[in-house]
């Protein structure tokens, strides 16, 4: 509940992955850039290590971990003007009936914000009736806010809360494009393509275009180390077909982690299958190759990039293109392309992207009572789905929390502690194997 008393705001955000954190304190950033901002990691299967918080870039005033049965406990005593829901829909339809049912009685209440890690290609109506019932449900680009206000207008429920703004993590300097590209970087994905058959084709060609081009740099960004999870699952990891590839990467392909803003600043061709990044890339006007080479699809995501003029095929790359992207398509996504002004925009445009939702979320702050969350789905509208979405975060159809969770203890410690936690590291190690490995090989065998 916010303070009365105190001068400087202060925002909370819960986060559930790694990407989910940098969209969450970045986005609090934009909102509020002068607040304190402290930070909670929702316990569960994509808790990021500390070393994914390093490499994220992303940093709080306080940061731990908790079980969001206990997030929803202590909200009375959480003191925010602004909280930043950055999770998974459910955990945000969880968190919004849980906070509702905390505040009851409160006359005061923090404003909810949430919103999307990146380009929204799948589940569009699912996420985003779970996301219902915040205050602000942020939109990154103009074609997105569309999108989302037709969905809530076509349940008949209210679409005031949606909000456009835009990735709150594009920037960097504008790119300065040599005579032919010295660097490409491949942008793997944890979850697409899924197929063992589909990875290795494209570790291969990403392998044949560093040999076919030894004046190149050809690098694999990749998301996570084996054993972490991020956002999606990974079941395939590039490192294990890496390992096993037929002569082995030549001297002009690698293997690189770390921040993707960093590996932007030496990328002369950015190539991708759907990945967030390309949007990043093109911010900077970074020539950006979004694959065809396992068709457009739905289930790959790369149909979101439908007339952006950025669709290609590995061949097309090996043989000199590079794809010039859209204006027009580039402005309704939100993409200020070398942060320059395409057709219909004006030079500082993405600076002034969040002007809206920063008055929106102060002025709902700034109101002596706000009405309770009030979500889509309640226990009348959506009785066969919504007990099992609340349950899963230790909360009953109403939003209380059950039982059988409040009585489990909790771990001590922050979450600097529990990167010295050794037992703890070595059962989600093996969760994570099972997940990866044993997972995988179950469902396989059931096709057999």
Same mark, same amino acid.
């Given at each position: 509940?916010?303070?009365? %008393?105190?001068?400087?705001?202060?925002?909370?955000?819960?986060?559930?992955?790694?990407?989910?954190?940098?969209?969450?304190?970045?986005?609090?950033?934009?909102? /509020?850039?002068? +607040?304190? @901002?402290?930070?909670?990691?929702? *316990?569960? &299967? +994509?808790?990021? %290590?500390?070393?994914?918080?390093?490499?994220?870039? $992303?940093?709080?005033?306080?940061?731990?971990?908790?079980?969001?049965?206990?997030?929803?406990?202590?909200?009375?005593?959480? &003191?925010?003007?602004?909280?930043?829901? $950055?999770?998974?829909?459910?955990?945000?339809?969880?968190m919004v009936h849980g906070l509702a049912h905390a505040w009851r009685t409160d006359r005061r209440r923090p404003v909810l914000v949430t919103g999307y890690v990146g380009v929204v290609y799948e589940k569009l109506a699912d996420g985003l009736l779970l996301r219902h019932g915040a205050d602000v449900v942020l939109a990154n680009s103009r074609h997105d806010a569309d999108r989302f206000r +037709?969905?809530? *207008?076509g349940v008949g429920a209210s679409d005031d809360s949606v909000v456009e703004c835009a990735l709150p993590f594009l920037g960097g300097a504008p790119h300065r494009a040599p005579d032919a590209p010295r660097t490409v970087v491949f942008a793997a994905q944890p979850s697409v393509p899924e197929s063992r058959e589909a990875r290795t084709y494209l570790l291969r060609r990403a392998v044949e275009h560093a040999r076919r081009h030894p004046d190149r740099e050809v690098l694999i960004k990749l998301r996570s180390r084996p054993g972490e999870h991020t956002t999606h699952i990974e079941?395939?990891?590039?490192?294990?077909?890496?390992?096993?590839?037929?002569?082995?990467?030549?001297?002009?392909?690698?293997?690189? #982690?770390?921040?993707?803003?960093?590996?932007?600043?030496?990328?002369?061709?950015?190539?991708?299958?759907?990945?967030?990044?390309?949007?990043?890339? @093109? /911010?900077? !006007?970074?020539? %950006?190759?979004?694959? %065809?080479?396992?068709?457009?699809?739905? +289930?790959?995501?790369?149909?979101?990039?439908? !007339?952006?003029?950025?669709l290609a095929s590995w061949d097309e790359l090996d043989a000199g293109h590079r794809p010039e992207p859209d204006p027009q398509w580039l402005a309704r996504q939100g993409v200020a392309r070398g942060r320059?002004?395409?057709?219909?925009?004006?030079?500082?445009? #993405?600076?002034?992207?969040?002007?809206?939702?920063?008055?929106?979320?102060?002025?709902?702050?700034? $109101?002596?009572?706000?009405?309770?969350?009030?979500?889509? #789905?309640?226990? &009348?509208?959506?009785?066969?789905?919504?007990?099992?979405? @609340?349950?899963? #975060?230790?909360?009953?159809?109403? !939003?209380?929390?059950?039982?059988?969770?409040?009585?489990?203890?909790?771990e001590a410690g922050g979450l600097r502690q529990l990167a010295r936690d050794t037992v703890r590291e070595a059962a989600r190690g093996a969760y994570r194997h099972g997940v990866q490995r044993v997972a995988p090989a179950i469902r396989r065998w059931g096709q057999l």
């Open positions: 509940m916010p303070s009365p %008393t105190h001068c400087a705001p202060r925002v909370a955000v819960l986060a559930d992955s790694d990407t989910r954190w940098k969209w969450g304190a970045l986005t609090a950033r934009r909102l /509020h850039p002068d +607040a304190r @901002l402290d930070g909670y990691l929702l *316990r569960g &299967r +994509a808790t990021p %290590t500390v070393r994914q918080l390093g490499e994220v870039g $992303a940093h709080a005033d306080s940061l731990r971990e908790i079980r969001g049965v206990d997030f929803v406990r202590e909200a009375d005593r959480s &003191r925010c003007d602004v909280l930043v829901l $950055a999770c998974v829909g459910g955990a945000v339809q969880a +037709a969905v809530y *207008r079941e395939l990891p590039y490192q294990k077909l890496a390992a096993r590839h037929p002569g082995g990467l030549p001297a002009n392909c690698r293997l690189v #982690y770390g921040n993707m803003g960093e590996v932007l600043d030496r990328t002369d061709l950015m190539v991708t299958v759907s990945s967030t990044a390309a949007l990043e890339s @093109l /911010h900077r !006007g970074i020539p %950006t190759a979004v694959l %065809t080479d396992l068709g457009i699809r739905e +289930a790959l995501g790369n149909h979101h990039f439908l !007339g952006s003029g950025c320059g002004a395409p057709p219909g925009r004006s030079p500082g445009e #993405y600076e002034r992207a969040f002007d809206a939702a920063r008055d929106r979320v102060a002025e709902l702050a700034a $109101a002596d009572q706000l009405p309770p969350p009030a979500p889509y #789905y309640t226990p &009348r509208t959506a009785p066969g789905y919504l007990p099992g979405i @609340l349950a899963r #975060y230790g909360l009953d159809p109403h !939003g209380a929390p059950l039982a059988g969770f409040v009585d489990a203890p909790q």
